[in-house]
């Protein structure tokens, strides 16, 4: 994140030009969002969508929004023109797709949680050649490759969000190897027990402990969201797993500089630069390993407190999800800079694996569901096994029995009907194998039915 954007912020406050911001997904993400703009100087939220006017209305009033500040518009000409004449109520759209339309936002917020709708409005908002901020590791890791290239055509930003492990490791990352830094490893702290093969019927009890969706629980507790948010790490910065799944090993804040090393040096590293979790008292921060031979340095670094080496440790304490958000937003619209993006390029995927015997005609169910949880590797082995992306499971139809246990490959499984993500994740391997020009995808992203 730059530097200064409180000042920024103050200053676009005082000239009563705040950033523009179109809303769409008013759930436990959007609500905080939502919440959180309303309180901030230099950006707000104008204009919020979901499923049904409802549900985004109800969000509002959790936000703290009092009904006579809300307001449901149901025709983009009218939603313009009360942004544009500095209307300071919240603008509902009767339907998420009336925002696309619009003039008169400076950057989309997308915090729908799924990613076959994250990558239709991805697709809208830059051909609008407008800033798309997403919550969506899921999108991400399956075609935000061909997404990040296809706004730089446009001029324009595709970016993560702020707030979450991804961002908050890229903030790590950005700052050591800047410094010349070597980077043994980077990771997060897992706050919830590991079982690859719980299921949202397991997790219930848990879920209404802490007011939560037991699928959302459960995609926490049997690793997946882990999974993808180390691989959009991986994309972003070229650092690898080290093996299958990660390390995960149980370990505290104070054991991470003997855990992650070399094994030679009694470490459980085969290579350096990799990512990985662990589970133990490290959550909510993240944590990234470096090294220095330079004996100045190494020097320095123990005077500042940094220990003795040869390895040290940079430690985010926090990272606050949804309220850091408006701030991706801002950089986006003010300075045309992504937060977060598969700089790297594709070098780790997330494959899917059974959690039960799936059998020929079953619909796969969404990511924390009954059917499959997900393993990271590098996107070559993901690629050379056939795998499933993890990503890409949801509603695809089961035509060869997969026995518990088993990696879910692509042959075993026919993608859904007209799915936006599936045949931009085609493209973009298209892309990525040389079969298609970059004049030709270019069309072809501009073309592309939604």
Known sequence: ???????????????????????????????????????????????????????????????????????????????????AGGCQDLLIAEAADLCFSLENVDVYVEATGKPEASAKYALLALRKRKPYVTLSVECDIAVGQILYWYARQKNVVYSLAAGDEPAALQELYDFA??????????????????????????????AVKRDVNPYRLCEFIDGTKTMVEMAVVANATGLVPDVRGMHGPRANLADLLKVFRLKEQGGILEHEGVVDFVIGDVAPAVFLVFTTSNPRLVRALKLRSMGDGPTYLLVRPYHLCSIEVPLSAVVAAIYNKPTMAAFAGYVADVMAVAKRTLLPGMSLGPIGGFDYFGLIDKAENVKGENALPVALAENVRVINKVERGDIIRLSDVEPPANSVLWRLRELQEKWLAGLVSADSLLNMLDTLSI
Request: hydrophobic share 40%.
């Open 177 to 206: 190897s800047g410094l010349g830094f070597r980077i043994i490893a980077v990771g997060k702290g897992k706050n919830n027990p590991l079982d690859r093969f719980a299921t949202p019927e397991t997790c219930q009890e848990e």
């Open 1 to 83: 994140m730059l530097w200064g954007i409180n000042r920024v912020l103050a200053e676009l406050e005082s000239r009563e030009r705040p950033v523009r911001v179109a809303l769409i997904g008013v759930g436990e993400m959007g609500t905080d969002i939502l919440a959180q703009t309303a309180q901030m100087q230099g950006v707000k939220v104008k204009v919020a969508a979901d499923i049904t006017a409802e549900k985004a209305i109800q969000g509002a009033l959790s936000a703290g929004y009092p009904p006579s500040r809300i307001r449901v518009i149901n025709r983009p000409t009218e939603l313009d023109e009360l942004i």
